[in-house]
């Protein structure tokens, strides 16, 4: 599943990143990698951007981008 399929509230862990070279370095220059918890805060109406919680901080993908990102639940 990715990013985009979880609910608001849920824990999960990112399994793999189906992304260009480009974009996981900019991906994991902000803490989204593989084998990191996140925990999905919000989504915004119609493939908005998706708010996540990686560590302490809180930050917004894009919907693109979210449904590269393979999680696991926890």
């Known amino acids: ?17 189906r992304a260009t070279a480009g974009i996981i370095k900019k991906l ?5 990698r593989p084998k990191v ?17 990686v560590g302490t901080t809180q930050l917004a993908i894009g919907f693109g981008i979210a449904k590269k990102i393979i999680v696991e639940k926890i």
């Open 28 to 32: 994991d220059a902000i803490g989204i």
């Open 37 to 53: 918890e996140i925990k999905k805060i919000s989504s915004h109406f119609l493939r908005g951007p998706q708010t996540l919680e």
């Open 1 to 17: 599943m990715d990013i985009t399929q979880l609910k608001e509230g849920e824990k999960a862990k990112i399994i793999e990143i």
